[in-house]
């Protein structure tokens, strides 16, 4: 995998694995760029820190990940902004916004992962103000409540990061959502979207 990105920037390294140095799941180059490989995590929660070999990717490890199986579900095409365009596939915008949700609930839990929770919570509210833009709020509701539904596990992470955004941002999500949810002609009570005082952030 290194000297295949070598061959775009030689300047690509791998970086060990903070659990395991003898692998790497992720390449950095001297512009800032970055390669990070990540696999799907069904297993415990404490392997979610292991890398996981992959003899498919030559050398690389991936990342395990929760949560990914939703996120990547029914992929997009779209454009990478560079020169006459470079055509890649991504995750739905509206399973990326539900995901971020998520995944700062997580990240709340130490204090590495605190700014990183706050990232992600300012991304999904961007992302539902584009999808609000487009009157794609269904598509948002959508995702949101096949998410929800998915279990208690999942709504209390959803529950968990709306209450940690600011508050400008909550009300972007919950605006597009509850507009999204009347569409489909689903109270929006029923998942999670009742008005609450905005929860302060621990202090780290």
């Given amino acids: 995998m290194l000297e295949l990105l070598h061959e775009v920037d030689p300047t690509f390294r791998d970086v060990p694995h903070i659990a395991d140095g003898r692998a790497s799941t992720q390449f950095a180059s001297n512009t800032g760029y970055k390669v990070e490989f990540l696999t799907r995590n069904y297993g415990k929660a404490e392997y ?9 990717l030559g050398g690389a490890a991936a990342q395990p990940l929760r949560f990914l199986d939703f996120l990547i ?16 596939t991504v995750p739905a915008p509206e399973r990326f916004a539900v995901h971020k949700v998520i ?6 839990r130490d204090a590495a992962g605190y700014a990183k929770s706050s990232k992600d919570l300012h991304q999904a509210a961007a992302l539902a103000g584009a999808l609000a833009v487009s009157r794609r709020h269904a598509d948002l509701a959508l995702a949101w409540t096949e998410a929800w539904e998915r279990g208690p596990t ?6 968990t990061g709306v209450s940690y955004m600011q508050p400008e941002h909550r009300d972007v999500l919950q605006e597009t959502l509850e507009a999204g949810l009347e569409e ?8 999670g979207l009742t008005s609450r005082p905005s929860a302060s952030p621990p202090r780290m």
């Fill in 48 to 56: 979610g820190d292991t890398p996981a070999r992959m003899p498919a």
């Fill in 73 to 88: 579900h029914e992929p997009v095409k779209s454009v990478l902004l560079h020169k006459s365009g470079v055509p890649v």
């Fill in 103 to 108: 995944v700062a609930a997580r990240r709340l």
């Fill in 154 to 159: 999942w709504r209390e992470a959803l529950e």
């Fill in 184 to 191: 489909i002609d689903v109270d929006p009570a029923e998942f």
